[in-house]
């Protein structure tokens, strides 16, 4: 199993620009905690968002990253209320891996996540890292133009 470090996938010929298009339902931790996500634990404190994704999978984003990455999907929800939400389209960098791997979500250290052959590493920013399943990325990423 490949370990990926200090990974930049800006410098990777081979990554690909993509955006993301879902609506997702959220809830808001009440308390400190983890959940396990298909790709490993992802700890999480109060009023950080737990997500599950139109495909099922859950995963959690941190409140202030989650403030600036989704909005409500409709107007009877206020931000910051559980309900579904949508992501604002933003650009990320990906690339497929072809061999199982392990990856850091932070370039801090953090969570570790892990993926097989066939799913797709994301870099969200310099340092901040995903991972998404095959099945997953198909469904809701499509190529940035």
Request: glycine fraction near 8%; aromatic fraction near 8%.
């Amino acid at each position: 199993m490949t370990e990926l470090k200090n990974l930049d996938l800006s410098q990777d010929a081979n990554a690909c620009r993509v955006v993301k298009d879902e609506t997702v339902s959220v809830e808001f931790a009440a308390a400190e905690g983890e959940l396990m996500s298909l790709e490993g634990p992802n700890r999480y404190v109060r009023g950080d968002a737990l997500i599950t994704g139109s495909t099922g999978d859950r995963w959690v984003v941190s409140r202030a990253r989650f403030d600036a990455k989704y909005v409500p999907a409709d107007a009877a929800v206020a931000h910051g209320e559980a309900g579904a939400y949508r992501n604002r389209p933003a650009v990320v960098l990906a690339k497929q891996m072809h061999e199982a791997f392990t990856l850091a979500r932070s370039a801090n250290g953090g969570d570790v996540l892990r993926g097989v052959a066939g799913d797709w590493v994301m870099q969200y920013a310099p340092g901040d890292y995903g991972v998404v399943q095959a099945a997953r990325f198909a469904k809701v990423y499509r190529l940035a133009d």
